[in-house]
T-cell receptor, first 113, second 117 residues
């Protein structure tokens, strides 16, 4: 089955700086890669996703890049703000419409004011 | 817009008791997923249903069972509860119709926090 690795497990950055979180996956059939933000005790919330026919996607301060050959994808957050502090999970899935998500182990991001 | 509804939000049980968690997916979503998230861990897939039929099974203990009903709501039944079952249980739903099919975007409910004493 799919295995998703995520690094780093914790990340602290100064407010206004950029944060990068990296994930690798093992199943070459995976073609849908969402990123979720989770605050303590709350539900995971989708912040951005990318499909395998796209190399990069951007939404305001958030961008995701995908390297299908290397089975590697990354989340980039620019101009970080205190409200970006949360746990971020990457995930992988085969987008046939009803496939489970396999999550990475999460990155606790702390923005230092 | 309507979201995924889960009940109860909090549940406290003793060891060896049973628990039933309920999930009401977003209207017209045909797939329901259950995930378990232990403290400090990532969500782990338990089981999913598509059009009321089990579609995939993950690391779900034999003590757990689930089903999806004719109104598309789903229930996760947990018996002989153990201390290690204490976790957040999330239900998510998605649609295989239209644009959503190509994205498999899963919408998560608020979760049920189960505490086993």
């Amino acid at each position: 089955g799919e295995n998703v690795e995520q690094h780093p497990s914790t990340l602290s950055v100064q407010e206004g700086d950029s944060a990068v979180i990296k994930c690798t996956y093992s199943d070459s059939a995976s073609n849908y890669f969402p990123w979720y933000k989770q605050e303590l005790g709350k539900r995971p919330q989708l912040i951005i996703d990318i499909r395998s026919n796209v190399g990069e996607k951007k939404d305001q301060r958030i961008a995701v890049t995908l390297n299908k050959t290397a089975k590697h994808f990354s989340l980039h957050i620019t101009e970080t703000q205190p409200e970006d502090s949360a746990v971020y999970f990457c995930a992988a899935s085969i987008a046939r419409g009803n496939e489970k998500l396999t999550f990475g182990t999460g990155t606790r991001l702390t923005i230092i004011p | 817009a309507a979201g995924v509804i889960q009940s109860p939000r909090h549940l406290i049980k003793e060891k060896r008791e049973t628990a039933t968690l309920k999930c009401y997916p977003i209207p017209r979503h045909d797939t329901v997923y259950w995930y378990q998230q232990g403290p400090g861990q990532d969500p782990q897939f338990l089981i999913s249903f598509y059009e009321k039929m089990q579609s995939d099974k993950g690391s779900i203990p034999d003590r757990f069972s689930a089903q999806q009903f004719s109104d598309y709501h789903s229930e996760l039944n947990m018996s002989s509860l153990e201390l290690g079952d204490s976790a957040l249980y999330f239900c998510a739903s998605s649609s295989t119709v239209g644009l959503s099919r190509m994205h498999n975007e899963q919408f998560f409910g608020p979760g049920t926090r189960l505490t086993v004493l």
